[in-house]
């Protein structure tokens, strides 16, 4: 993008830009800061792990892309979503920021003096300080930016000192090397870090720019005048009864909510909205990761991004462009790589005293051997000066490799997840995911389907066995259902569906009440009605020994009975049968075998249900008969017990617990925008496969970071040594630091391959 299209004319409210080239945290601060100061800007916020820049105020974006500029990084004016995701454009991209175009320079120019050393040219010196120059350029800017928002000796104002002091002592050559090849590995680790951004950036490529809109005709011109066919006049203006609806190729922003669009076989869904009319099974693999198709008909969420099959579906739009779940999903994981993990933040303290540390070092490794004990200050023929070792010392304070080894861990960690369907929210959560030792779930709608299906009922009366459709039994249905229609529970959907599909009549219910993990209550035709867990009624002395038999039975089956009561008098039983998610067995085995952790259920279900339903999933622990708080009460138990506890809902009846776990795992998230706001970790798909995925990466990511943060401190603290007795070149403290850097850069950035994971 060139200069030109730029608006010079000042923009008053928020602009938004991406940078490029950006490696360090450090950097984005340098950035903000220096961007806060320009005239007429209010606020500066630059996000490290998009790449962000927002700025609030009146400026010229020009203005504010010449500082981005001067600081040597680029600006990208593509801000609009689907722009980017082509790899073969990162290239180019980053040659666009002049950081990298001079780092380039200064190679060459480097290039060129080794060569012409070898070739014994008098050209030596002043290629070398070309390269140097070309190499200064920009470390020299940024690091008196840093100086000047005293943000203190950044790497930049490091790297320039020595090389300015290399320079000074005569060592061209090292002079040279240091700071180009600084440089170098700035650049590739921006290189990196925009590969693991672009990961996210690169879902919003899913999004369809455009849609095929249905749109009836309206006021038509040639059936003006027409007897209406419901006779209610002459046809004038609005939608015409006569012709079929128009198919209009628009933009998807502009469609509104409630527009219909058609989304024909195979076409790729351009908006978050519900099935009107069709039927498909649509890949939704890109939003929840599921590798399975699922179904959808009239009345089915879909979401924008996922593939349809084979079916035509007329979809009507929910969500604006800006607000569908994808768009939400990517805000979030932009955020979320934003959020400083705990190790991050350990080793930032860390940095602010060591840098300024190992300078202080240097400066009187610099100044008192020469001054107490005589010693060189200076190279000589005889060998390098105090003054050297110092210099090697301030490339070795670049605190460099330590600052980048967990953010990059951390950020490609996150796109991983989020390109599996899964949101990590912040690096806190991974490292959390990490040390997890004890996982709960909840039963309903989390281990089993959540979609529990009226598979018997019975009522009091005496010859209710013996016929087949009786008509009590129904009376019972009509009246749960009346009071159950006001809960979301899904075993009342599974009663007021029965009620449904037998076309019974509707009563209504009114002072309806929820018992949270136990029943309703409410009053239908005057009488008192109740409808919940057989412990709800154990007092009740209606109940024949033989009726508390039959409950028994169907609980062990691992079917949840509940009773329904009528002005204290118990009716009879609805048994409801809620099947175990298919794969539960293979992810709670994969859990505690792969990732040594420990399972456990949580149920408001009593014994019977809970014990048969865990040995079909093969859940290690049961605990049964827990109203929400008990959830919430017995997870802080088990924190307290084995370590870290992760909580695995769906947002009914554990809402408490999964707030109370180290991290709140929720499922299905893509289907209800709360869950994925207020969860720690959001599964998008309905699937629990994916979290013995999500466990490991958090393990792998926890101890990358461990050992990059080591690594880095292993290798500073040896050199740091050998500068100081002088075994280390500046050579080689140019390479280590260069190589280490590159080196915890590469290795974080492992976790966004592909093969690591399922
Ligand atoms: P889980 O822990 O398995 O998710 P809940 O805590 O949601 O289960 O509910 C526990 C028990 O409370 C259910 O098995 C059921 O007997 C009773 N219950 C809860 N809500 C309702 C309701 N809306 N209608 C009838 N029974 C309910
Ligand atoms: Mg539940």
Redesign the pocket.
Known sequence: MSECSYNLVKMKGEIELVITGMDCADCALTLQKSVARLAGVQACSVNFGSGRMRVNGSVAVAVVNRTVTALGYGVDAETTPGQHGDRQVLWLRLLRSPRNVLTLVGMVFLGLAFAAQAADSNLVTTLFSLGALAGLYFPTRAGWAALRNRRGLDMNVLMTIAALGAFAIGEYAEAATVIVLFSLGEALEGFTLERARESVRSLTALASDEATVVKPCMDCESHRGRAMPDGSGNYQAGPCPWCDAHLLTVAVESLALGAVILVSPGERIPMDGVVRSGQSAINQAPITGESMPVEKNAGAQVFAGTVNGEGALEIEVTHLERDNTLARMIHLVEEAQEQKSPAQRFVDRFARVYTPGVVSVAVAVAALPPLLLGEPFLDSPSGHGWLYRALTMLVIACPCALVIATPVTVISAISAAARRGVLIKGGAFLEILGRVRVVAF?????L?YGRPQLVAMECTNGDCTTRPDCADCNEMLVVAAAV?RS?S????RA?VQAAEQRGLRQLRASDVR???????QGKVNGSAVL??????FHDSEFLSPAFCEQVETAERRGQ???LVGENRVVRGYLVVSDPPRGNSRAALAALSDGNAVRTVM?????AA??AAVAESVGVQQVRAG???ED?MVTVQALAAEHGAVAMV??G???TPALAAADVGIAMGSAGTAQALETADVALMGDDLAALPVVMRLGRRALRIMRFNIWFALILKGVFLVAAVTGAASLWMAVFADMGASLFVTLNGMRLLREKLLR
Request: proline residues 9%; charged residues 20%.
């Open positions: 909840d039963k309903t709608g989390t089993t159950e809960s529970h899904p075993l009342a009663v929820t018992l949270p993990g136990r029943g309703v409808v919940g867990s057989p412990e709800l949840t009975v509940m949580l149920t408001g279900d009593n249900v809970a827990m109203l929400p959830k809902g769906d009914v009846n554990d």
